[in-house]
């Protein structure tokens, strides 16, 4: 899901040793991203136990059926994780020569040189084949091969398009908003369902205005190490302010239709519009201004509108 993790890394160059192996194994996974990842497609899992579409129609509440719901959601989140510990090790392994351009990424394992292709891509090889075991054995084929698509496209689409166009962005988004669709598929729900679109679609939009306030406040490294990110091509900021707000206010329509369609009830649309209010309001500030401190706001922004928003999904699905 990008580089959200970056924004929390201001460490000093440490000490040429290095922390440990694996400690620089843990690091190559980049945990906080990693994290969020596992929240979304367990939030998909969730979501699916509302619906009797998905496979919790055979749900019968008994000790046996409760451990096959945990099963799946346990093994579809560990899979997810993998996968995309995998990914972030082979993006940081394409981008070490940038990363020691920039002060927040030239402390990593990879860019100081400590950890290198041997390493990185047995590591990465181990964690996509048990990462994609895992949403096939708990989930479904289906699960799996999105599984696969979303660490293909983040590796072979999206990083090496980040020095060619600012259009990265929006091919970055789609791995980064597979995760709760793969949850939700790989409990048995289909892709075209409302719920499971809306799933993606959040993901999706929300990663523009979040992504783009990340590439604001850090644009001057991006600009340094050849990366071609909205903000760096765009010097004055009225393109990168007006799309965030764009993406924002889309962001608040297309939340709002789980509950015109009859799939949430009232609280997720209280929620739902909250958070849309105050992302767009942070990106209209942002149009106001076009400084530092409104695209740090920006950000903050979409990390609290996240977590309230799914939940609510999540605690509000199959109810009108």
């Known amino acids: 899901m990008h580089d959200t993790e970056a924004q929390f890394d201001h460490s000093d160059a440490p000490n040429d040793q290095g922390p440990g192996l694996l400690s620089d194994l843990y690091q190559l996974a980049k945990p906080r991203l990693t994290l969020l990842v596992v929240l979304t497609a367990s939030l998909g899992v969730a979501t699916s136990w509302a619906f009797p579409e998905t496979w919790e129609s055979r749900f019968t509440g008994t000790t046996t059926a409760w451990l096959k719901r945990w099963q799946v959601l346990i093994g579809i989140s560990i899979g997810t994780a993998f996968l995309a510990a995998a990914a972030n090790a082979l ?7 940038q990363d020691q351009l920039m002060r927040r990424t030239a402390v990593r ?44 496209l983040y590796v072979l689409v999206y990083t090496p398009l980040k020095k060619r166009t600012p259009l990265n962005t929006l091919l970055g988004a789609i791995p980064g908003a597979l995760p709760p669709l793969i949850g939700w598929c790989g409990a048995g729900g289909s892709p075209w369902h409302p719920i499971g679109l809306t799933l993606f679609a959040i993901l999706f939009i929300w990663q523009i205005p979040h992504f783009l306030a990340i590439a604001w406040m850090h644009k001057e490294e991006y600009e340094k190490a050849g990366f071609r990110m ?91």
């Open 230 to 320: 909205l903000p760096s091509v765009d010097p004055e900021g009225h393109r990168t302010a007006r799309i965030a707000l764009i993406w924002s206010l889309l962001l608040w329509g297309v939340s709002l239709a789980p509950t015109l369609v009859g799939q949430a009830g009232i609280l997720y649309l209280v929620v739902a519009n909250l958070g849309g209010f105050w992302m767009s309001l942070r990106s209209f500030q942002l149009v106001q201004r076009r400084d530092r401190p409104a695209a740090r706001k920006l950000f903050f922004a979409s990390l609290i509108y996240l977590p309230p928003v799914m939940s609510a999904l999540v605690a509000s699905s199959g109810t009108s």
């Open 109 to 152: 394992a990879t860019a100081r040189g400590r950890i290198g292709s041997a390493v990185v891509i047995p590591y990465a090889a181990l964690l996509t084949a048990l990462g994609t075991y895992l949403l096939w054995k708990s989930g479904n084929d289906l699960a799996a091969g999105m599984g696969l698509a979303s660490i293909i």
């Open 91 to 97: 993006n940081m392994l394409w981008e070490r020569k």
